[in-house]
């Protein structure tokens, strides 16, 4: 690969941030195309989520390109989960019984507003800002656009072409039209979508609740999640079906309704945001859905990257950070294939899509985890019994969130293999009573481990990955 080679991004979000930087400090020529104004100069939040939890996967790529220490200061770390019940009570949940593991709170504009500073500091990046992708001549290497300024259309050609422009990709619509190949392609959505509310700093611009952790308000068919901003304030997430049960998104049409909604499910998280009739009737409910797609690259002259190719619910904190490992494993492959972008693309896709098809089933399983079963007394029982395990043996026991989220050199398929296994392990051993939690750990550890390598060798029998 001639390093003056001509690179086009479509999309300068995390994901085509990041990818600029990394391949401007490779020494490529970089164009990088957004449809948004520049968020550093305006709030385009537009009910987005504001925030999003970086964790061990997203870390090993700041630390590629060099700023690990300028992203730190825009973090929050929360140590675990803090569970309301419906009374007001509360109880925290550990992410990891090994000491210093954490997940972190950090606002979206802010590191995406770092990315692309670092990326506009190498003269050989170009950012362009209020301009739409209207499709991708895939044949040739062209991107077509319109300016949302000037009205104007124009064409882009180059030596290749990133689609990194999230789940409404372009380049992927692009895939489909031109019927140049056999695309696959589904976009499945949960039956519930999601609204954004506050809690605000107090009079001191302190938080109000615990900001060393994830809040929780599980209640079986929706939750409320909540996470800490630097400016003290929390930004609230109400996870509800658009139709279903008592309390749905279609039916809360008054603030008389939604006050009574959150006054007999929330109450203690009521009392904290002053504005919910504003908020909840002035903001808007998102949906929540996962893309597969298969293949991501054309010829070696295109390739999806992050949503645009794998676009996964939020539940468990990984989607910001799959994105950004797509950089770290595409870099690494890089390397190996001197010049040929056709080879590059190919190898890429084959190691990385059973790992993110993996995050993407993870992140459903956690969604009912997080709104169904942290409260319930087996997995409460379970998670203890995994943090004393990992406090125990730390470098022996690690439970399947631990091995997603702070275990970057466990893939995410492999993680979900083995995790699914010893989840089963353990919750039966639990509910079967063919464990006693108070007994030596060296003995629990045996047996867990035990039960695991069964339930995987039978897995590999029946033919499951």
């Not at 968020?39 to 385009?44: E, Q």
């Not at 992050?306 to 990984?318: C, E, K, S, T």
């Not at 466990?410 to 699914?420: D, E, P």
């Not at 069964?454 to 897995?459: F, N, R, S």
Request: hydrophobic residues 35%; glycine residues 8%; charged residues 25%.
């Amino acid at each position: 690969m001639a390093k003056q080679e001509h690179i086009i991004i479509i999309g300068a979000g995390l994901c085509g941030s990041l990818l600029g930087l990394r391949l401007a400090q490779r020494g490529y020529k970089v164009d990088l195309y957004e449809s948004r104004p520049d968020l550093r100069t305006t709030d385009i939040s537009a009910g987005r989520s504001i925030n999003l939890a970086l964790s061990d996967r997203g870390i090993k790529a700041m630390k590629l390109v060099g700023i690990e220490n300028k992203v730190e200061p825009l973090c929050i770390p929360m140590y675990g989960r803090l569970i309301h019940d419906t009374e007001g009570n509360t109880f925290s949940s550990n992410y990891s019984g090994r000491d210093g593991e954490y997940i972190n709170s950090i606002s979206r504009g802010g590191l995406n507003g770092l990315l692309l500073d670092e990326a506009e500091q190498h003269e050989n990046v170009t950012l362009h800002f209020n301009k739409k992708c209207t499709g991708v001549d895939i044949e040739n290497n062209t991107a077509h656009f319109k300016c949302y300024e000037s009205k104007e259309e124009f064409s882009v050609t180059g030596d290749v072409v990133f689609g990194t422009d999230g789940a409404g990709s372009s380049l992927r619509k692009s895939y489909y039209l031109e019927k140049k190949f056999l695309f696959s392609y589904s976009q499945n959505y949960l039956t519930h979508g999601y609204k954004e509310l506050e809690i605000p700093a107090d009079s001191n611009g302190k938080h109000l609740i615990s900001k060393d952790h994830l809040h929780i308000w599980p209640r079986g068919q929706y939750m409320l999640i909540a996470l800490p901003n630097l400016d003290g304030s929390f930004t609230v997430t109400l996870f509800l079906s658009y139709d279903e049960g008592e309390y749905n998104f279609n039916n809360l049409t008054t603030i008389e309704k939604v006050t009574e909604f959150f006054k007999t499910q929330f109450p203690d998280a009521l009392e904290l945001i002053p504005d919910l009739d504003k908020e909840f009737f002035g903001n808007p409910t998102g949906a929540l859905g996962t893309v597969k797609c298969s293949p991501w690259q054309y010829k070696g002259n295109t390739l999806l990257m992050g949503d645009a190719a794998h676009a996964i619910v939020p539940f468990y904190g990984q989607g910001m950070n799959a994105s950004f490992e797509d950089v770290v494993v595409f870099d690494s492959i890089m390397d190996q294939h001197s010049g040929d972008w056709n080879a590059t693309f190919k190898a890429y896709e084959k190691i990385r899509k059973v790992d993110t098809d993996a995050i993407a089933d993870l992140a459903i399983d956690n969604y009912y985890e997080m709104r169904d079963h942290v409260a319930n007394p087996i997995f409460k029982e379970k998670r203890k019994l995994e943090m004393d395990l990992e406090k125990t043996f730390p470098t022996e026991y690690f439970s399947k969130y631990s091995m997603v989220t702070f275990n970057e050199n466990i893939n995410y398929a492999k993680a979900m293999k083995i995790g699914r296994a010893q989840d089963k392990a353990l919750l039966n051993m639990i509910a079967d009573k063919e464990i006693d939690t108070t007994e030596n750990l060296n003995n629990i550890l045996k047996q867990v481990q035990q039960h695991t390598n069964e339930i995987l060798e039978e897995d590999k029998v029946a033919g499951l990955k």
